[in-house]
């Protein structure tokens, strides 16, 4: 989640993401993936998520997203834009300015239950919201669509983990707003 200036007004329906959102969710998958290195990591953290948008990349997270969604359909849910949308102008890095013409303001991705005995938890994969529509309430919904998600699995602890970069500001207060706490701290390697 980054800060912009290219806010609209703006409803959304959010509904279950379904196969004929593909492209869409793509573009937003995009944003999301070259936001994550867009101010909190350097040009060589951006450059990372950049170069794994493969054509390959692409194919794969789709499938794996249908295989979550037909595991439990509620698993991926978007918003969709009601209302007057903007258009970024130009596009900056971090934001999915080839999809403007998008329907879809944001998607949320929670892991299927069968997932959940990697952190015992529920594990919220994903939450994007393009950056025309932060700060219209379509991150709230999309969160709500989340914890609805997260509640109506059997879970092994009754709590939603996520991964956050601390140093991405908007996003922690967001999560702060709905009393996510730190719960121990990732750590990496490359293999």
């Known amino acids: 989640m980054d800060d912009t200036d290219d806010e609209v007004d703006a409803d959304a329906t959010i509904r279950p993401y379904g196969s004929g959102d593909a492209d869409e969710l793509w573009a937003l998958k995009r944003g999301f993936e070259t936001g ?6 350097g040009e060589e953290k951006a450059a990372t998520y950049e170069a794994k948008l493969t054509d390959e990349y692409r194919r794969r997270w789709l499938d794996w997203v249908d295989r979550c969604v037909d595991e439990q359909p509620a698993a991926v849910s978007v918003a969709e834009a009601e209302g007057d949308r903007a258009t970024t102008a130009g596009g900056a890095a971090g934001d999915d300015s080839e999809a403007t013409a998008s329907d879809l303001a944001g ?40 914890l609805s998600t997260a509640r109506a699995q059997d879970l092994p602890l009754d709590r939603m983990v996520l991964d956050v970069d601390r140093e991405n500001d908007r996003a922690q ?19």
Do not use: K, Q
């Not at 299927?112 to 529509?133: G, K, M």
């Not at 967001?174 to 990732?186: I, L, S, T, V």
């Open 107 to 146: 998607y949320v991705f929670v892991l299927p239950e069968s997932l959940s005995f990697v952190w015992d938890a529920a594990v919220l994969n994903e939450v994007y919201v393009r950056p025309e529509y932060r700060g219209t309430g379509v991150a709230d919904d999309l969160m709500e669509a989340a």
């Open 173 to 191: 207060a967001f999560y702060d707003r709905y009393d996510f706490e730190h719960w121990g701290e990732m750590v990496a390697r490359d293999l």
């Open 36 to 41: 994550l290195g867009a101010g909190t990591g």
